[in-house]
């Protein structure tokens, strides 16, 4: 707490929030921090195991030959993740084990931060007319509308 900050002792409700948090300021001030932060106050999700970054998995604890050999094969072999070659984990538990090597101990160390395949994800897309660039950033819930259509929970122009 400062004399023109008081913390809310809530949820965060962005990103932008993480600036504001006492001893932040140098993290937040550099271009891409917020890269790996997706904000939703209604998914209560951790780092999941099937997109992260390799930075976002190193803030885990998880050592550099761990993520690596998690990203190797998350990726498979032409080195691209979301493609027909990847490795297909299953689980949480079949990504910690198999992907990163993890025994049963750490494992349960990590379960309550990490997890597999999320429903809810951000969506970050970029348009561009002549010379007008435009991008917007969504948090989207994969099937939880009307229809099996993905919920938009939250929209916001960059």
Not at 28 to 34: R, Y
Request: proline share 5%; with cysteine.
């Amino acid at each position: 707490e400062t004399d023109d900050y008081r913390p809310p002792h809530a949820p965060l409700t962005s990103v932008d929030d993480l600036k504001k948090i006492c001893g932040w300021a140098e993290f937040t001030s550099k271009p891409g921090w917020d890269e790996d932060f997706t904000v939703c106050d209604q998914c209560m999700q951790g780092i999941d195991a099937a997109w992260a970054s390799r930075d976002a998995l190193r803030a885990l604890g998880i050592g550099d030959d761990y993520v690596d050999r998690l990203l190797q094969l998350r990726a498979g072999p032409d080195g691209v993740d979301g493609t027909p070659d990847d490795i297909q984990f299953t689980t949480v538990q079949d990504a910690l084990t198999r992907g990163l090597g993890l025994n049963s101990q750490q494992i349960s160390q990590l379960q309550n931060l990490i997890g597999f395949k999320f429903p809810v994800f951000r969506v970050v897309s970029t348009g561009k007319s002549g010379d007008v660039t435009r991008t917007v950033q969504m948090v989207v819930s994969g099937g939880g509308g009307r229809g099996g259509n993905p919920l938009v929970i939250s929209w916001k122009e960059l």
